[in-house]
């Protein structure tokens, strides 16, 4: 699996909605500082073609943030950035999406996070 494959994957089927309230955890990614090199990827966990989360394992120091803000970039969908997040309690995940999106967006939102997962290792 290559990055362009799992761009496809990941933008398949899937419109960027616009963030009425973007945060520094939770944003799309801005301009890109440095040119971005691929990393090799290896399918773990792979039962859909049109996962809406996507989990990201490696070792540190391989990319994994470099990756989430290149896809971020490319298909114009947010990031959720635990590093730059408050800590996280009850209804964290519930109240940054009802915050970030329009009210008439939301029920698309929460719908599309009932998808299940496509879990990636960076090699």
Known sequence: MNYYHLKSILST??????LRDPSSSFSIAGKQSKAYIEPTFEKIIFETEKPTIILVSAVG???KTA???QLSRDTGLPLLDLAKHKPVGDNTLTGLLTHAFEVKDISGVFAGLGVVPLAVEVG
């Open 67 to 69: 990756l989430a803000e």
């Open 13 to 18: 089927a899937k419109a960027p909605i616009a």
């Open 61 to 63: 120091v391989t990319g």
